[in-house]
């Protein structure tokens, strides 16, 4: 156990929907990262926040978004839902030197 | 961020020491050079992280050359549960960028 929690776990959804992905980071820890990973590829890294702001975007498209709260849990939001944003989301918060993942949340568009 | 090279996979039997070697060319002085464990539909476990010369903890030992452009990863007595994607990562602590990684197939 990472310590990293994400919900749901599971999400199945319709295209042109919208969803919120949740994510609480270990105790202690300020930044939150978002993956996501298609199947059989790599991690894309979507975002990063620091205690509450933006530090670092990768490859999030216009349609996704998130934010991270006072008590730094933090939330992505995905609309306008296209087939191609199935795949598992991943959301990591860092200690000193290595980043803790979550268990993830497996996104299903019909 | 650097850009790492690593094989797309590779086959190991039970017992057998297994290295992956990464490529980073253009790294960075104040880049670290950080290995993950990915098992399918899990997300990544670190496994090791060094910056030069040699580290090893109760997993692995991660081996890197004067010059920094390159770093191994070194498996000892692999097992079946070692079957998984690695992936090699290069750049400041809080700014690490997963490439396609490797994956090693553990056959008994």
């Known amino acids: 156990d990472s310590g990293v929690t994400q919900t749901p776990k599971h999400l199945i959804t319709a295209t042109g929907q919208r969803v919120t992905l949740r994510c609480s980071p270990r105790?202690?820890?300020?930044?939150v990262y978002w993956y996501q990973q298609s199947l059989d590829q790599g991690l894309q890294f979507l975002i990063q926040?620091?205690?509450?702001?933006?530090?670092a975007k990768g490859n999030i498209l216009e349609r996704f978004s998130a934010q991270q709260f006072p008590d730094l849990h933090s939330e992505l939001n995905l609309s306008s839902l296209e087939l191609g944003d199935s795949a598992l989301y991943f959301c990591?918060?860092?200690?000193?030197?290595?980043?803790?993942f979550g268990p993830g949340t497996r996104l299903t568009v019909l | 961020l650097a850009k790492t090279t690593q094989p797309i996979s590779m086959d190991s039997y039970e017992g057998q020491e297994v290295n992956i070697t990464c490529s980073h060319n253009n790294i960075a002085t104040n880049d670290y050079i950080t290995w993950y464990q990915q098992f399918p539909s899990q997300g990544p476990r670190f496994i090791i992280q060094g910056y030069k010369t040699k580290v090893t903890n109760e997993v692995a030992s991660l081996f890197i050359p004067a010059d920094r452009k390159s770093s191994t990863l070194s498996l000892p007595r692999v097992s079946l549960s070692d079957t998984a994607v690695y992936y090699c990562?290069?750049?400041?602590?809080?700014?690490?960028?997963f490439g396609g990684g490797t994956r090693l197939m553990v056959k008994p």
């Open positions: 990591a918060s860092s200690g000193v030197n290595e980043q803790f």
């Open positions: 990562l290069v750049g400041p602590l809080d700014m690490l960028t």
């Open positions: 926040y620091y205690n509450g702001e933006e530090r």
């Open positions: 105790s202690g820890d300020l930044s």
